[in-house]
């Protein structure tokens, strides 16, 4: 049933049950908020009225009232801009800052912080309200995720991403009163919780209280020292984002653009991950062809999302078993630049950096994982920045990013095809698995490489796919509360499913805690998405199995795919973790 | 507070209450008000043990604990001594009573004394205004506590005799 109301003399009907907030918003009348949001594709619902800057007024309320979370009447009359509401939400923001950190120009967020641009609309010019500031600690523990608890405002979206979305459930609202403040279990460091550093508490943080671990320092203390021998590789989620750091819009496609800033920023070779992507599918579709035909255990999980893996350590530890051994694609890429490619170049691996730009946070943490290194000393991948750092290096050297001149990357780990651009969507890995998996058991060729069932923003995704004789039951999965839902029913028994892909991110990397912030947009994300089915379709080649450099790494280096030296390179092992 | 069981008893006790339990995830505070009864107070490592039985982030089971006054994460004494800090207590004098306290047990509100016989916590109105100020000790009310010689006698009570 509609109910009709008034909102600053607009006459509106609109559903009940609805906020006076989202009502408001169909009339495109924007009332200022911190902590509410709501991401449908999602199922995140970020409503708990604490930060009580969307209040507005109400004909015959004494007070005013919180419009996030005040459900629509029949006959109401709001206002949003009166002078009472209006400096009441000024004073809401007041009492923030009053106990917030004043280091904006200083700040991570600086530019991209909600509370900064609210105080800026709201034309805060100075701060009415002294009083007690909170001391916390800096948790700097983790390789990924740095946690600053003074500058939170306790709106507990990133609460609400981990326990509802993402069911980790690493934070909590610790405390009462003043004291509040959103911790992890028993204070302890993220480095010793269960948190896999998916990253999406930064993505939604209205705040610089959560941000990536910068090492965009680390990168230029590399590139400028003349013994190292500096590589770099993209992943495919980067390149449909990078331009929104330069005023372009979502999904535009910057491969080339990307390609010549990294040259310019001084490194010596600019690869891709898309070909490791390559020989991800290699690998990934060998290996399940190799579990169907000697009985191994089904279903075949993919292994390329760090925070996934993370998640199933922790919360599934009795299967560790059933995912993929493959090491994520930038980790295999890492390992043949430092073989491989070392040997190739006649290069002595120690003086190779390999950098990764990721849409991803949690690429750091694995990068510093001791199984993914040849020895102590050798890294696969030395330093992984996510786009948002990449985007701050292009500006810091001053590169007018929009007038470059497209270039092409680095023969021979840089080539690539249209099966591995798609990975960085949901979906994507298992339509190029099933490219390369078709031909290689059939023998024929296939007509028709899109898999559109597997697209989209669904949860869950199921197809049936019959190739020679036998029905391959698939199913794609982002957001780790959707894979918790299909592992449960796993570890019962309850599925029989051949392969599943899994990413920790909704959507797919493309919307990784990494990428630039998309402020509660989620159209952005499809953006991206189309951006990297266009790239695909533009590709000469589209399946993975006829990457030339693909075909000749193999004949020249690794023998047969799934054998032993891309067993001893290309796989890895994981290790049973602790649920807190 | 329990008698002299072992730790191992302690957590047997808990899990079998646990197990009793038909909804688990909705009884987190009766669970925690047991575990507390048991073990005196809420340690990180019985919370955790919670969180894994019940199925819910120990996160989540550290924020409710954190919130509620009645629990506490550090151990307590063996007596638990309680000043009613409610507004008739206040006004006839429950702020000189619970300075008198601590300067007879040498210890803080919040605090628990060295060798773990007495700990000094406050609480709002136990319904026993007429005998205001009152201290409770080990869930007995004490009235009208003005004197310091009445409360050292009410504490000598529960010192064991030497």
């Known amino acids: 049933m509609d109910i009709q109301l008034t909102i600053n003399d607009i006459s509106l009907k609109v559903p009940e049950g609805m906020s006076i907030l989202d009502a408001a918003r169909t009339i495109n009348i924007d009332i200022p908020t911190l902590c509410y949001l709501k991401l449908n594709e999602m199922h995140y619902n970020n409503n708990i009225a604490s930060c009580r800057v969307c209040v507005v007024e109400i004909e015959g309320r004494r007070n005013l009232a919180s419009s996030c979370s005040t459900p629509v009447s029949s006959g109401m009359v709001v206002r949003t801009d009166s002078l009472r509401a209006i400096q009441a939400r000024r004073a809401m923001v007041e009492l923030l800052l009053s106990d917030h950190p004043k280091s904006c120009l200083t700040c991570a967020k600086n530019q991209d912080c909600d509370l900064q641009s609210l105080a ?12 007690e500031e909170s001391e916390f600690e800096i948790d700097k523990s983790s390789s990924s995720i740095v946690r600053d608890p003074n500058k939170c405002i306790r709106c ?7 326990n509802e979305v993402q069911t ?4 909590s609202a610790v405390g009462r009163g003043f004291e509040t403040v959103v911790k992890t279990a028993f204070d302890l460091p993220l480095s010793q919780t269960a948190c896999t550093f998916c990253g999406q508490c930064i993505a939604v943080c209205p705040t610089g209280a959560l941000t990536e671990l910068d090492q965009v320092d680390k990168v230029w203390k590399a590139l400028n020292d003349p013994d190292q021998f500096v590589v770099v590789q993209t992943a495919p989620a980067v390149r449909v984002a990078l331009g929104e750091g330069f005023g372009l819009e979502p999904g535009t496609i910057v491969t080339g653009k990307m390609v ?21 599918i290699m690998e990934e579709a060998t290996e399940l062809v190799h579990r169907i035909q000697h009985g191994g255990r089904l279903p075949l999980l993919t292994s390329c999302c760090p925070a996934w893996v993370k998640f199933f350590e922790h919360q599934f530890p009795d299967l560790l078993d059933i995912p993929s051994t493959c090491k994520s694609p930038h980790e295999m890429l890492g390992v043949l630049i430092k073989s491989y490619y070392a040997r190739t170049l006649g290069i002595d691996p120690k003086s190779i950096t390999v950098v990764s730009v990721m849409p ?13 290194a040849q020895g102590a000393e050798t890294a696969d991948v030395d330093i992984v920045i996510t786009t948002r750092e990449l985007i701050r290096m292009i500006r810091e050297a001053s590169i007018h990013f929009d007038h470059l001149k497209e270039q092409e ?14 990975f960085g969507a949901t979906g994507g890995v298992l339509e190029a698995a099933l490219r390369t998996a078709y031909e290689v058991l059939t023998g024929e060729t296939l007509e028709k490489v899109e898999f559109e069932v597997l697209r989209g923003m669904e949860g869950l995704k199921e197809a049936v796919i019959p190739i020679s004789g036998r029905d391959y039951r698939a ?3 982002h957001g780790l509360g959707n894979a918790r839902t299909v592992l449960e029913k796993i570890r019962a028994g309850e599925s029989n499913y051949d392969v599943i892909e899994i990413m920790a991110c909704p959507g797919g990397c493309i919307g990784g805690g990494g990428q630039p912030y998309h402020h509660g947009n989620l159209e952005i994300l499809s953006e991206r998405a189309q951006g990297l089915y266009r790239e695909d379709r533009a590709k000469p080649l589209r399946k993975s199995h006829e990457n030339p450099a693909i075909i000749g790494l193999y004949k020249d280096y690794l023998g047969e795919p799934y054998g032993e030296r891309a067993h001893k390179l290309l796989h890895t092992s994981y290790v049973a973790r602790k649920k807190i | 507070m329990c008698d002299s069981a072992s730790p191992n008893q302690f957590a047997q006790k808990l899990d079998s209450y646990i197990d009793s339990l038909t909804h688990k995830k909705e009884n987190l505070i009766g669970v925690l008000h047991y575990a507390q009864e048991i073990y005196g107070y809420l340690p990180d490592n019985v919370q955790w043990h919670i969180a894994q039985r019940l199925d819910i982030p120990s996160a989540t089971v550290y924020g409710v604990v954190s919130f509620y006054s009645f629990f506490t994460m550090i151990p307590r004494g063996e007596h638990v001594v309680n000043v009613c800090t409610g507004t008739a207590c206040f006004v006839r004098g429950a702020e000189k009573l619970k300075e008198e306290l601590e300067n007879q047990l040498k210890i803080k509100a919040g605090e628990t004394t060295p060798d773990n016989l007495f700990t000094l916590e406050t609480l709002r109105c136990v319904g026993a205004c007429g005998l205001a100020p009152v201290m409770i000790v080990d869930g007995e009310v004490h009235g009208r506590m003005h004197e310091a010689q009445d409360i050292n006698e009410v504490l000598a009570k ?4 030497s």
């Open chain 1, 120 to 131: 800026s609309e709201l034309g805060v010019r100075h701060i009415s309200y002294e009083g």
């Open chain 1, 360 to 372: 991803c946070v949690a690429k750091k943490y694995e990068a510093a994982r001791p199984e993914l």
């Open chain 1, 260 to 280: 010549a800033a990294l040259r310019r920023l001084g490194f010596d070779r600019v690869f891709d991950t898309d070909f490791a992507a390559d020989l991800t």
């Open chain 1, 409 to 422: 990357f680095d023969h021979p780990l840089g080539e690539s095809t249209g099966a591995s651009v798609i």
């Open chain 2, 158 to 161: 529960y010192r064991p005799e």
């Open chain 1, 156 to 162: 507990r979206r990133c609460e609400t991403m981990c």
């Open chain 1, 168 to 171: 980790v459930g690493v934070y």
């Open chain 1, 475 to 477: 199913a794609v999965i």
